[in-house]
């Protein structure tokens, strides 16, 4: 039997949620749906790139040997003059090998025939008829020529199972002839959120005049779910009644991850988390040492592991932030699932109120040279804008209630690309 716990630091709740969750299945997709996706397999070369020693210039395939003649001693250049047997655009293969005082007109790209070891650049020649060309300029003797295998020999190692594929990765899976790839199942991800007093965007009488408040959660989850690269399943809004409320939570079924938002209090009418127990969930933890955010609770309900997450528009997307994008990124094959730290000097003077872990929202810029974080605004937890405005979150350990300016704290910038494997936080 599972124990629950509570008062977890946030790390240590990270840490229990990604240990219960673990890479999809993998799937083949066309590589021109891959982007974005997690290789499933190692990758080893099935050939050389480039298959063939080809010219790096438009110019002339010459021998060193005909071209280092031009050169006297005293450093002067005497022009040498080769006849042209014949033309190598790219996509054709030469016919001839040169011999002494032959060359080859060729372009970008195109094989280097046989006897020639080096290109001559268009600019250092002069065409002197049909047939002739002289060299001005001898500095590229034994140059310019893309060696068989310098990219990618064959059997080598070229990706390795979990790289992210971006477009670079592609290329280099088109050199190799990869119409398709394998790659990790893209996670699917049910989104719910809780409570009578809100309500779809689209209802705007009844938002402007108050009787009802436009559930953003809604939005914002959805929208970072599918940022992170899930596929999201909204459920809706579930009005503070059990039986909508279960049948809601019946088309998670197939999902991946369900995410809550709301419900997790432990008033009369925030029933999502008695539902949850009631119908077998098997919780892990609930509530934790943060703020925003504290009310958040982890387990399995019905076979599918749940995060629920506290209703303030703020607390939703910070948490979301910590333990549901991490979450998906280890369902989508990701080893590190964490966005990292980078330490930033305050910018003013910040005092906090409760002995807990707080994730302040902060404007970065860069002042006297040091990367400075100044606050969004009020901290709130249901001042969205502040998060719209937010750069970064910045980290303040739990026993830390003044914070001077010109102190150095971490901040886990919102668009860092690099992830790590631990939670920074």
């Known amino acids: ?55 790096a210039m438009d110019g002339y395939a010459v021998r060193s040997e005909d071209i280092e003649a031009a050169e006297r001693r005293d450093g002067t250049v005497s022009p040498v003059e080769l006849r042209i047997v014949e033309d190598v655009p790219a996509g054709m293969f030469p016919t001839r090998t040169l011999g002494p005082g032959e060359c080859a007109r060729i372009f970008t790209g195109a094989p280097i025939p046989q006897g020639a070891d080096g290109v001559i650049r ?8 049909a047939g002739t060309v002289r060299i001005d300029d001898p500095r590229d003797a034994g140059r310019n020529v893309r060696r068989r295998g310098e990219d990618i020999p064959t059997g080598s190692v070229v990706l390795e199972s979990g790289t992210e594929l971006g477009p670079a990765q592609l290329g280099v899976l088109a050199s190799l002839a990869y119409p398709e790839v394998a790659v990790f199942r893209r996670p699917r991800i049910a989104l719910l959120s809780t409570g009578d007093e809100l309500t779809d965007p689209s209802d705007r009488d009844a938002i402007l005049t108050g009787r009802k408040v436009s559930s953003s959660n809604s939005y ?69 040492r943060m703020r925003p955010g504290a009310p958040v609770g982890f387990g399995r309900y019905a076979g599918v592991p749940w995060i629920g997450l506290p209703g303030n528009p703020v607390s939703t997307m910070v948490t979301f932030e910590l333990f549901v994008r991490p979450a998906i990124r280890r369902l989508m094959g990701h080893s590190a699932p964490f966005r990292r730290t980078t330490p930033v000097r305050v910018g003013e003077r910040i005092t906090t109120q409760a002995t807990l872990q707080h ?67």
């Open 1 to 55: 039997m599972n124990v629950l716990r509570t008062r977890l630091r946030p790390a240590e709740a990270a840490d229990i949620v990604l240990g219960a969750v673990s890479a999809l299945p993998a799937e083949r997709v066309p590589l021109g749906q891959a982007l974005g996706r997690v290789l499933a397999e190692t990758v080893q070369s099935p050939i050389d790139v480039p298959r063939w020693d080809n010219s």
């Open 122 to 129: 268009q600019e250092d020649t002069t065409r002197l008829g």
């Open 359 to 425: 994730f302040l929202r902060v404007r970065l810029t860069v002042e006297d040279g040091a990367l400075t974080a100044r606050l969004t605004g009020p901290q709130g937890s249901g001042i969205l804008s502040s998060m719209a405005r937010a750069d970064a979150l910045m980290i303040v350990p739990e026993d830390r209630q003044e914070i001077p300016p010109g102190d150095t704290l971490p901040a886990m910038l919102l668009n860092e690309p690099v992830h790590i494997s631990l939670a920074p936080y």
């Open 220 to 288: 914002t989850m959805v929208a970072m779910a599918q940022a992170a690269g899930a596929e999201a399943i909204d459920l809706g809004i579930a009005r503070d009644d059990p039986a909508d409320i279960l049948a809601r939570l019946e088309r998670a079924a197939d999902a991946d991850l369900l995410v809550t938002s709301g419900g997790m209090s432990v008033g009369e009418h925030d029933h999502l988390r008695t539902l949850l127990q009631e119908g077998g969930a098997e919780p892990l933890f609930w509530r934790l």
